[in-house]
Structure formats: structure tokens, C-alpha cells
């Protein structure tokens, strides 16, 4: 049952402004899964834990997200209400309700806090916007579509992405 009152969906804050999350579509769920598991696989045997969806997200300037997909090293920044530090990766994946927000304001914040990467999923056009934090601007550092053509030369449907922090993973 969807949820029938504002204050019963997901909520952020940036900057003061509160902005209520709607629930994600049916594809939201299914991309996001399939990138945890991937990352997952990436951080077997390290230290650094990943997390989707349901983590918020703390800044000392009284912001708060919930990113759809972040990975966490520092622990200690853990506490019971989510998480204080700074994720050296964050993904959020697209909707046509979020889109806006996740690549202006979200963007804008998680570049000002220092996170170090920044993947942008769009399940609707089938592509990945990947971005690296560099001198303190995210530079686009690679954008995919999705080919599933075996038969077309840029099938790309079983290539892993590497994050940027783990390459060998």
C-alpha cells in the first residue's frame, strides 16, 4: 500500500529544504540491487562496508540524505540514527521525480562535502554518468549505455564497472 500522508514518505534536507522522496519506481529497485552486489563483490576482504537505500546520511550543516547506494570506511562515523563521515563513493539512481535534485543539489552537496566518487544511474535511458571528485569539481569521467546486442559492436551487457578506490576488486 502506497504511503497516503507526506509524513509517511522518505524525507531529505538540503539546505534547510525539505524534500519528500517518493517511493522508487519499479526499476529503481532492481538497478540499485544489482550495483550493491557488484560493489559488494568489489570490497570482499576490506574494511569499507556498502549500504542502499535506508542509511541517512548526516552533515554538520543539518542536511541529511538517504543516497541509494553509499559505501562507508570509516566506522566510527556509524551511529544509531545513520552516518556522520563523508562516503568516498555515493550512487543514486534516477527518477523522473528525483532526477532534477540528485544532479544539482545532491551533486552540488556531495561534491562540497568531498565525496570522491559520484555515479549517476539513469534505468530509464539505460546509462551511467561516472564522476570523479578533482580539485574540488566533480570531472564527468566516463558515460555508458547499456548495449545488450551480442551482436552489436559496443555490447557491453556483462562488463563490470570498477570503482575508482577498489580497481582491483
Not at 555515493?90 to 561534491?111: F, V
Request: net charge negative; charged share 25%; with cysteine.
Amino acid at each position: 500500500m502506497p504511503p497516503r500522508f507526506k509524513e509517511d514518505l522518505k524525507k531529505e534536507r538540503i539546505g534547510g529544504k525539505i524534500y519528500y522522496m517518493p517511493p522508487g519506481g519499479f526499476d529503481h529497485a532492481p538497478v540499485n540491487a544489482n550495483i550493491y552486489r557488484s560493489i559488494s563483490r568489489q570490497l570482499k576482504g576490506s574494511l569499507c562496508l556498502p549500504y542502499m537505500e535506508n542509511l541517512h546520511l548526516y552533515f554538520e550543516d543539518g542536511s541529511y540524505l538517504v543516497p541509494d547506494i553509499l559505501i562507508i570506511c570509516d566506522r566510527r562515523q556509524i551511529t544509531p540514527n545513520g552516518y556522520n563521515g563523508i562516503p568516498g563513493f555515493i550512487a543514486e539512481t534516477l527518477s523522473p521525480s528525483t532526477a532534477k535534485k540528485d544532479r544539482g543539489e545532491k551533486m552540488g552537496l556531495y561534491c562540497k562535502k568531498g565525496v570522491g566518487e559520484y555515479w549517476i544511474v539513469d534505468p530509464r535511458s539505460r546509462s551511467l554518468e561516472i564522476y570523479y571528485l578533482e580539485d574540488g569539481q566533480y570531472i564527468l569521467q566516463d558515460s555508458l549505455m547499456l548495449k545488450e546486442d551480442e551482436e552489436d559492436e559496443y555490447y557491453n551487457a556483462d562488463t563490470e564497472i570498477s570503482l575508482q578506490a577498489f580497481p582491483n576488486g
